[in-house]
């Protein structure tokens, strides 16, 4: 059994020993804030508050319009209905590309999201597809992360939304995939608490030691091999346009909100009933993770919250206790499993990435290399 640390809260970030791999220096600042000056930080342009100050998106557009010119679509962007996705698609149509929104549909949407990806598509006019998984497969694999107890137990969609983007890609023939993911909100996430969805050795060992069928896992595999196939064969990129400006995701709330009928959740990745309650409860209580730790920590190194407003934020639960009854039963439902199963599988002792097979070491090596061929910095955890 392995030997709990003493609590230590960093005191520059709001980064604690809710992850196990967390380090300290003499100082008590952690490694998480510190990469974050040293690398990360150095991919934002911090200083462009408006995408038409940031000559490098400019530049960036023009080459997007440039090559994909003789496509139907210069780019496509995954919509999910949240502040990021809807943000970063009003952001390319504003710049005049042509977009196809890809919206994975799991199973999981709230009622706000399904509103917010009408009102977004039909006022940016911008075409879109959904893409629907197999159900019954992808609900085994998504209670096959539960019954693993490790953090990521979203893992199944994180990889859904990945074969979902860059299948319609290829099948477009869309050279460019834009993301909404970016450093501002997410720049500081331990490997602990995300591990590498591309792992396929990972996601098979748990499947494998939760007695569920490897072949459960086919319909939405997406791993590093496919990652680099459609890098390096079919050319496909994938770029973060809220990198290339000064990115607030409070000022786009109320832009969404003033402007293009977008509903606030309140929370985030309210989106998804299932991942509010893995993010918000099941990490919480079963890992005593806090995922506002990791956006607050980030907003905190680039000054956009004050460390006394981020800890009066962290003062409150994550989650609202009187929903959490009514989550159970939807959940379990939705599963195919009892409540006091679900309720069994989040009281369960927690693991970690680290209890499974896994490809880590293999992998980080596969990606430096890459890195260092093509001159490129090192501003994520893989």
């Not at 069928?213 to 496909?236: A, C, V």
């Not at 990435?353 to 490809?359: C, G, P, Q, R, T």
């Amino acid at each position: 059994m392995k030997k709990k640390r003493a609590y230590q809260l960093c005191t520059r970030c709001l980064m604690d020993t809710s992850d196990p791999e967390i380090l300290f220096d003499t100082l008590g600042v952690c490694n998480h804030c510190t990469d974050f000056f040293e690398s990360r930080i150095q991919v934002l342009n911090i200083e462009a508050k408006d995408s038409f100050d940031s000559l490098k998106l400019q530049e960036l557009i023009g080459k997007i319009k440039n090559k994909a010119k003789n496509a139907k679509y210069d780019c496509v962007i995954g919509l999910s209905g949240g502040v990021d996705s809807s943000y970063t698609a009003y952001l390319a149509v504003k710049h005049g590309l042509r977009v196809l929104g890809v919206h994975l549909d799991n199973g999981w949407n709230s009622s706000v999201a399904v509103k917010n990806i009408r009102n977004i598509t039909k006022n940016l006019g911008i075409d879109y597809v959904t893409y629907i998984p197999p159900w019954n497969e992808f609900r085994e694999v998504q209670l096959a992360f539960l019954e693993a107890s490790v953090p990521e137990a979203e893992t199944p969609t994180d990889i859904a939304i990945l074969k979902a983007l860059y299948s319609y890609a290829a099948k477009e023939k869309v050279p460019f995939v834009i993301s909404g993911g970016n450093i501002s909100g997410e720049g500081i996430l331990p490997v602990s608490w995300h591990y590498n969805a591309r792992d396929s050795k990972y996601s098979y060992s748990i499947l494998k030691k939760t007695s569920h069928s490897k072949k459960l896992y086919r319909s939405i595999r997406y791993s590093l091999l496919d990652e680099f196939y459609n890098l390096m064969i079919r050319k496909i990129k994938t770029y973060y346009f809220l990198n290339y400006l000064s990115y607030e995701k409070n000022h786009a709330r109320k832009f969404l909100v003033n402007e293009l009928g977008w509903e606030d959740y309140n929370v985030k990745h309210g989106e998804s009933r299932y991942t509010k309650f893995i993010q918000t409860y099941y990490m919480y209580v079963k890992h005593g993770i806090d995922y506002r730790r990791a956006t607050l920590s980030s907003e905190l190194c680039l000054g956009i919250i004050s460390r006394e407003n981020a800890l009066m934020i962290l003062s409150d639960l994550p989650y609202n206790p009187e929903e959490i009854d009514r989550e159970y039963i939807y959940i379990s439902k939705k599963l195919g499993i009892t409540r006091e199963r679900l309720k069994d599988i989040v009281n369960m002792p927690p693991k970690w990435y680290s209890d499974y097979d896994n490809n880590m070491r293999i992998l980080g090596f596969i990606y430096d290399t890459y890195r260092r061929l093509h001159k490129k910095k090192k501003v994520a955890n893989f």
